[in-house]
Structures are given as C-alpha cells and as structure tokens.
C-alpha cells in the first residue's frame, strides 16, 4: 500500500473503504482484454472516433529514415503535441514516470462519446485515462495499456449574457458566463471571451493549459490575484460519472460533486464533457513588469530581498499585481510580473521607489538588460492578431507616442524581445501563440519539482527579515519563483469567498505566493539518441530542490502545495493539497465513483490502487 502519509488521516481511510469488484484491470496481453468485434462495436457507438494510439516518439527509437530534426522541433511545439492523442507536454519525470501511449482512444466529440468510453471500460474492466490539454506535470492524463477519452476537439466556446445554472432558478441571479467545450484551451477560452467579446474569463498562465484539468486542480492565471481562481469561477459542470450517467453539477444539482470538481483533482470524479464559467469585465489595461537587478556580493543580495520583501507588502501586495519574481543563486532578482488595471505611467510609478533604492546604489547593484513597465489595453492581451502587427512598434518606441507599451528605459537595450510564439504548421488555427517564457517547459522531462504555499504573515514586519533570510538561504541551492498570482492573500473579497468554497486547501487563501522549485530538461525521453533524460543529474537536482524548498518549509510552518503544481514524491499528499477538505472529496469519491474507476497518481481514493493503477490493494 502507498504510504498514506499523514497518520491524521488513518481513521477515515480504512483498507476497504471503496467497494472491491475486480481486483485487477485487463491488459492487452489477458484472455479478458476485448476482442476485436467488441472495439468495433465500440467504434460504432461513437461514430467512428475510436482510434488506435500511435506514439510519435517510437520512430526516433527504431526509423532510421524518420526526420529526427523535423520532429525534435515539433516537440517543441506545444500545439503539435496537443493533437498527439499519444503524446503529453511533459514527456516523464525522473524515477517517476515516463509518457506512453493508450492503447485505443476516444476522440470524443460530446458527452454521449464519453458516457459509450466509460461504460465500455467498466464493462470490461479497462484502465482509463482521460487527457484533456495534456499538461498534467504528475502523468495523471497518460497510461500504458489503457483506454484513452480524448476531449482535444471538443472545444466549442458559447457566451451567454445572463446564464442562470440549472436548478438555481431561485437562488441565483443571472450573471454573464461562457460555456467551454472539455478540451478547450487558455487561448481559445481568451480569444473567445477577450479578444472577441471584451470580458475577462479565468484560464492559465500557460496558453495551451486545458481548462477542464486547470479547473480540477483550482487553477490560476496571471491576472488571479485580482478575479480568483479558475475552480472559484466554476458556475456549472456536465460531466459523466463511473455509472455512464450525464450529470449536471452546480450550487444547485448535484452540489457535492460539483464542490469535487472544483479543485478535488482532475480524473477522479469523472469525466468533465463542458463546463459554465464566470465572465467579468476588463479593465482599460493589462500590463507587466520586467527586469533583473543583479547584486555585486551576498551581502547585498541579502540586502536587496529584505528591501523587496518589504516593497512588495507596501506597493504589490494587491489585486493589481501577479505572476513571478524569481530569486536565483547568482544574486540575481528576477521582475517578471503581470499588471492588473494600471496604465503603464502608473504601473512605472509604483516601481519608481524600488528602482530609484537600485540606482542609490550603483557598487552594489546593477540592471541586467532593459527595464519594461507597461501596459497595453487589455482587449489586446491574448490577441494574437494584434501583436503580429504591433511587434516592430513595440520593439521600436515609436517617438510620438502612438505605441502602447511603455517603456522605462535605463540607458540601456531599448528592444523588447518578441513575447509569443507561434505555431506554423501549414493549416494550425492562426490564434494558435504561446508566451515564451512558457516554451522551456514544452517535452521536459523533470528531475524535480515542488511547490509551497507562503502565508501573508510573513510579510508582517516583524517577519520580513525572516523571509527575507529564508529566500536568501533557498537561493543558495536552486532558483525559487515567487508566483504571487497562486496565492490568494491581497485578493478582493468575491475571489476569496470564491476560492473558499473549493475543495483546495484552504491554504491558499491566506498565501500571498506559491513558492516553486522546479528543474528539468528537454526535449528528453528514454533510449532517443542525444536525447536521453540525465538520471544522475536529475536525481541531484531532485536533493537539491528538497533542500532549497527545505529552507523555505523551515518558515512557513504548516501550509501546502498546489496540486497541479506539485512534487510527484509529495509527502502526506491529501494533506498538502487538499487540507481539512479532505475527508470530504473521499466521501464524494466513494459515492460517485465506488469502484475507483477514475484512479490517477495521488489523486483522491488513489491509495486504493497500484501506483500503475491496476490493482486494487
Ligand atoms: C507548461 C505548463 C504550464 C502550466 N501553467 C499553469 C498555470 O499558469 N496555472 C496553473 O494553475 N497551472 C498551470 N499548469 C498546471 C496545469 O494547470 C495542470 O497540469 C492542469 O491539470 C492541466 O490540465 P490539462 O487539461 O492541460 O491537462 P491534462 O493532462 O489533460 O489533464 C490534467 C488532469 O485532469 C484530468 N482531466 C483532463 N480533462 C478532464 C476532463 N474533461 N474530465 C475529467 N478529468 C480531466 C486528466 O485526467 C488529468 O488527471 C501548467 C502546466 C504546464 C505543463
């Protein structure tokens, strides 16, 4: 039995406390496993859609006629790996998981696809895995042997003016929402919802993140410090549960599944086949902060965190500012924030005093490269359109004033970098971008990674310097991002009382960040020449990130992780993510999923199973 790690929670995790039908599901390889005319009656129920999974990475394995090159730089093309049914953004984690392909998959098209997917896998006791946008870091969209409920097409995006969910006709208040497709992404949910209709709907950093697995784990944006969580915004959900069933969950029908969904994990209460989000108005602007100040010695990096700790409780510890500050061994600070509602001569105004404390002292401190602050209207953010054409005026100040982003320049590059890429496959949707700073990750193969919530009382003052060392003594070991946008602390009251309402620990709501530790490398999968994931280095950088998150543990006292977010290896999980809630996503597991057909890595009820998912303990 996997360790269940918190001894908390023994008592209401007894041995038998899911139903036990079959012990075992079938592979390939058993008498049990379907025969053909069975697949094809499945084919059948679902218009035709059931496919064989191929799996693209095998060629570079054993063809030596592939384009290897071809095909190592799609992988860097988080667009092309999506529409693999046999492929995840993350290829594998070392000592932990490494991609494989389903046998047979589902591209479903609706739920009735999904609801003939689920019944057929209970029927013959298949393990099944349902991949959405195909960025669980914990490997829980993939498994060998298995069927596949793909949900990659169903992506249509409708917007309704006054949605009222179903049941709640007298105790809701009709509210603008938009209704997306399972396998909708960011930046079909924000071209939809911001590009062409003006509004604000809570999706990933990431672009290509899948909103129905983003809401599962709670989900954040950049701009979440200002409208919640992903999960907090959640009006309704369709989803199938283990008994084929197409059920509506909402405040209102079926509420306890609905809570479940809202953060208890993606894959363990069923399958999702649409989901009813809150839409909000935009601000004029959206906007961001970027730069590095590099100190000359330890000392005046100490100096220049604690200066940053307390600046940042003064003049960001508000909805208007998201995103990432890193802090990194060589004493370097990181700026790489997102700006809510602030246009950019305001948005330079509230840098103006760290800036000016940088510049004081030029021995000890310098500006790595230019210094970017400033906004465009926020309509423009995710349209892709838009920054095609406005690139070279954004490179280039256009003197009279008729560019929208403002630039702080500090006698240095005046150019900003292109900020999108895109994905230039003959025929892709032209909206198909993603942030750069995103690209790293696209094929990693991870050696570590760990999250940790930090509460806002280390900002009191009294605990700045505490912090303030902490980071200090973290960076000494591996880089460690600040995402403020994670954490909920400084959040207007709606996105708190939002969030509260989730099954995420409610950790999150006193954290002003998430503080992550992550290292990987890529594109890396096992037995590709050239490309084979390092495990010696990998399993270092694993120590390392514990001993650097370590530091930070040492401060937080007792707090948690992000689920989507997560290390792999995370200890006393349910504890981590889930907190005092829980007890309660297992009783809801128990009820509409007692046969624990919806097992994934560390997700709820999962200590019923073999970590392959196969066997029931
Ligand atoms: C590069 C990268 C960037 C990221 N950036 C962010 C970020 O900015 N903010 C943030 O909060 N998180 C971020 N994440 C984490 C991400 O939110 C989670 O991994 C999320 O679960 C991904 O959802 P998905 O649909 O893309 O992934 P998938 O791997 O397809 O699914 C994730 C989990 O949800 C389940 N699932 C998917 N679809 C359904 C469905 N329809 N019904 C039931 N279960 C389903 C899967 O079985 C799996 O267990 C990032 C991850 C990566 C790899």
Not at 114 to 136: Q, T
Not at 543 to 563: K, M, P, S, W
């Amino acid at each position: 039995m996997k360790a269940i790690g918190s001894a908390a929670l023994l008592p209401i995790l007894p041995r038998r406390l899911f139903a036990s039908t079959n012990a075992r599901r079938c592979r390939p390889s058993d008498s049990t496993w379907p025969s053909d005319s069975a697949w094809k009656q499945l084919n059948e129920s679902v218009g035709g859609n059931l496919i064989p999974v191929n799996f693209p990475l095998a060629a570079l394995k054993t063809d030596p006629e592939v384009d290897a090159a071809k095909l190592l730089s799609e992988l860097k093309n988080p667009y092309y790996i999506g529409d693999q049914p046999g492929l995840t953004q993350t290829l594998g984690w070392v000592d932990a998981w490494a991609t494989k392909p389903s046998v047979y998959a589902v591209a479903a098209r609706n739920a009735h696809d999904i609801a003939e997917a689920v019944n057929f896998a209970r029927a013959n006791n298949l393990r099944l895995v349902v991949k959405g946008g195909g960025h669980s870091y914990q490997g829980t969209s993939n498994a060998p042997d298995s069927l596949l409920i793909w949900t990659r097409h169903m992506n249509d995006i409708a917007m309704h003016p006054a949605f009222v969910p179903n049941g709640c006709e007298h105790t809701m208040k009709p509210q603008p929402a938009v209704t997306v497709g399972a396998g909708t992404i960011g930046m079909q949910a924000y071209q939809a919802v911001t590009t062409n209709g003006g509004k604000y709907v809570q999706g990933g950093g990431c672009t290509t993140v899948g909103l129905a697995g983003l809401v599962q784990g709670g989900g954040f944006g950049s701009y979440s410090k200002h409208y919640g969580s992903a999960a907090g915004n959640l009006l309704e959900a369709e989803v199938v549960t283990a008994d084929g069933q197409i059920r509506i969950a909402n405040a209102c029908t079926n509420p306890d599944l609905f809570w479940a969904l809202k953060g208890g994990g993606g894959g363990s209460f069923g399958v999702v086949s649409k989901m009813t989000l809150r839409v909000h108005d935009l601000p004029e602007f959206l906007g961001a902060a970027n730069f590095t100040v590099k100190a000359s010695s330890d000392d005046a990096y100490r100096r220049l965190l604690r200066e940053f700790v307390s600046f940042y409780h003064e003049h960001l510890f508000n909805d208007h500012w998201g995103e990432q500050a890193e802090v990194n061994p060589d004493n370097t600070l990181e700026i790489k924030m997102s700006c809510y509602g602030l246009d950019a001569e305001q948005a330079k105004k509230v840098w103006q005093p760290f800036l000016d404390w940088v510049a004081r002292a030029p021995h000890e401190y310098s500006l790595k490269g230019r210094v970017a602050i400033g906004s465009i209207p926020a309509r423009h953010w995710w349209d892709v359109q838009w920054w095609k054409e406005h690139w070279p005026e954004i490179a280039f100040p256009n003197p009279n004033g008729n560019f929208l982003i403002g630039l702080l320049d500090y006698g240095l590059v005046h150019l900003l970098q292109p900020v999108l890429e895109f994905d230039n496959r003959p025929g892709a949707r032209p909206d198909n971008a993603w942030w750069k700073g995103d690209g790293g990750q696209v094929s990693w193969f991870i050696w570590g990674y760990e999250s940790l919530w930090l509460p806002a009382s280390l900002l009191e003052n009294d605990a700045q310097q505490r912090l303030a060392d902490a980071l200090f003594a973290a960076s000494r070991i591996s880089g460690v991002g600040l995402h403020f946008n994670k954490g909920l602390a400084g959040a207007p009251p709606d996105a708190i009382s939002g969030a509260r309402d989730t099954a995420m620990n409610p950790a999150v709501l006193n954290a002003f960040a998430l503080a992550i530790v992550a290292d990987g490398q890529g594109p890396a999968y096992p037995g590709i020449p050239g490309h084979e994931p390092s495990i010696a280095e990998g399993r270092k950088a694993a120590q390392r990130i514990d001993r650097c998150v370590n530091q930070l543990r040492a401060v937080a006292g007792e707090t948690g992780a992000y689920v989507s977010e997560s290390n792999y290896f995370e200890k006393g999980w349910q504890q981590s993510y889930w907190g005092s809630n829980y007890s309660r996503l297992v009783e809801i597991k128990r009820k509409y999923d007692p046969d624990g057909l919806f097992i994934v890595h560390n997700g709820v009820g999962s200590e019923q199973w073999s970590a392959d998912g196969f066997t029931k303990l």
